[in-house]
C-alpha cells in the first residue's frame, strides 16, 4: 500500500513535492490543498485541487501532509494546526526559532498522537546533519557555514510580505575572502556581516514609499537585520528577464586538529549546487514524509528534526539492501 500524500499550499514548493511524488514508486498525492480558490489553481501532474478548509474531512484518506507555506507567517501557525490531525513534514527555515517552533508543534502533536518532523530541507536539514557529523568527528574544530549565491525561497517571500512590494528576489551571497580563510584552516572569528551579504531585487507597487520599503527590508530581524544589504527596485518586466530561475546552494566546513599536540589538521567539506532550490527542497521533504510515517507506525509521536530520524528511514529501499550495497 502506498503512502497517501496531502500537498498543502502549491506555490515554487508545492509544485516541487508534486514532481517529487510522481517519481516515488512507495508514495502517491492524493491532491493539493489550497487557500486559493480552487477552479483558478491547475497542477501540473493533473492532480485534484482541493480547498484548504476540507482537508479535515479527507483526513482518512491522508498518512502525512506535507506542508509547503512560508516560514514568516504561515508555517508557524499551519504546522501545529494540522499536526493536531496528521502525520506533517514542513521546511521551516527560520533558524533562530527553530527551538520555539519545534516546541509548538510537539505540543500539538502529542496531544493528538501524531508524529512531525519540522525544518526539513538542505538548511536546515542536509547541512544541519553536515554540521552534526563534522562537530562530532573532529570535536576540536570549528563550523562555518556558507550560503549561495543563490535565491533564498524564505527570504523572498518575507520581502514579499513588506506593504507595497508586489514581488521580489533575495540573493545571499558569501563574502569569498572569508570562505578561502576557512579552506585554508584559519578558522577566523566570523559575524554574519562578514561571512555574507544579501541582495534584494524588488518590485514595488505604483506609487509606493520605496524609502519606507527598503527600510523596512534592512531592519527585518532574523533576515537582513545583520547583515550588509542592499536593494534594488526594479521593473516586474525585469525581474522575470533577470532573475526568473530560483537556484541556490552552499557548503559546510569543518576544521579541527586531531592528535595529542593537536598537531594534524582537517578539513571537512559538504556542498550543495542546486539549479532549483524549491524543487530540491521538496525531495527532501518527501524522503522525511516517508520517515514520519514509518515512524508513525512504529508509535513514534510528537515533533522531530532530521537529527532525530534514523538515515534509513528515508530510502524507499529496504534496510538489508541499503547495508549491502551502500556500507
Known amino acids: 500500500m502506498k503512502i497517501r500524500v496531502a500537498i498543502y499550499g502549491y506555490g515554487n514548493l508545492g509544485r516541487g513535492v508534486e514532481a517529487a511524488l510522481a517519481t516515488a514508486e512507495d508514495m502517491e498525492a492524493v491532491g493539493v490543498f489550497t487557500r486559493r480558490d480552487p477552479a483558478t489553481v491547475k497542477t501540473v501532474t493533473g492532480l485534484p485541487v482541493f480547498s484548504a478548509d476540507t482537508l479535515l474531512s479527507m483526513k482518512d484518506k491522508v498518512d502525512v501532509v506535507i506542508l509547503c507555506g512560508g516560514s514568516r507567517t504561515d508555517l508557524p501557525v499551519q504546522t501545529p494546526a494540522l499536526a493536531a490531525h496528521f502525520n506533517v513534514v514542513d521546511s521551516f527555515d527560520t533558524h533562530a526559532r527553530i ?82 580563510a576557512v579552506r585554508r584552516g584559519e578558522e577566523p572569528e566570523l559575524t554574519a556581516r562578514q561571512k555574507h551579504t544579501r541582495e534584494c531585487y524588488v518590485v514595488a507597487e505604483a ?9 523596512e527590508i534592512k531592519a527585518m530581524p532574523d533576515y ?65 514524509a516517508r520517515a514520519a510515517y514509518r515512524m508513525s507506525a512504529e508509535g513514534v509521536v510528537g515533533a522531530k528534526t532530521v537529527l532525530d530520524v534514523p538515515p534509513v528511514l528515508l530510502s524507499p529501499k529496504g534496510r538489508e539492501e541499503l547495508i549491502a550495497s551502500l556500507v
Open 207 to 215: 506609487g509606493a514609499d520605496l524609502a519606507r520599503i527598503e527600510a
Open 99 to 180: 527551538p520555539e517552533h519545534l516546541a509548538a508543534v510537539n505540543a500539538a502533536a502529542l496531544a493528538a498522537g501524531t508524529c512531525a518532523v519540522v525544518s526539513v530541507g538542505w538548511d536546515p536539514g542536509m547541512f544541519s546533519l553536515a554540521r552534526l557529523y563534522g562537530g562530532a568527528i573532529l570535536p576540536n574544530g570549528k563550523d562555518y557555514t556558507f550560503w549561495g549565491r543563490g535565491v533564498s525561497q524564505g527570504h523572498s517571500d518575507a520581502i514579499r510580505r513588506v506593504t507595497g512590494v508586489v514581488d521580489a528576489r533575495q540573493y545571499t551571497v558569501p563574502v569569498e575572502e572569508a570562505l578561502a
Open 224 to 288: 537582513f537585520a545583520d547583515y550588509d544589504t542592499t536593494v534594488t527596485f526594479v521593473s516586474a518586466e525585469e525581474l522575470r528577464r533577470d532573475h526568473a530561475g530560483i537556484p541556490h546552494g552552499g557548503r559546510v566546513i569543518r576544521t579541527g586538529k586531531t592528535g595529542i599536540a593537536s598537531d594534524h589538521s582537517h578539513v571537512i567539506e559538504y556542498s550543495l549546487k542546486l539549479d532549483s532550490n524549491p524543487e530540491f527542497t521538496s525531495s527532501v521533504l518527501v524522503a522525511y
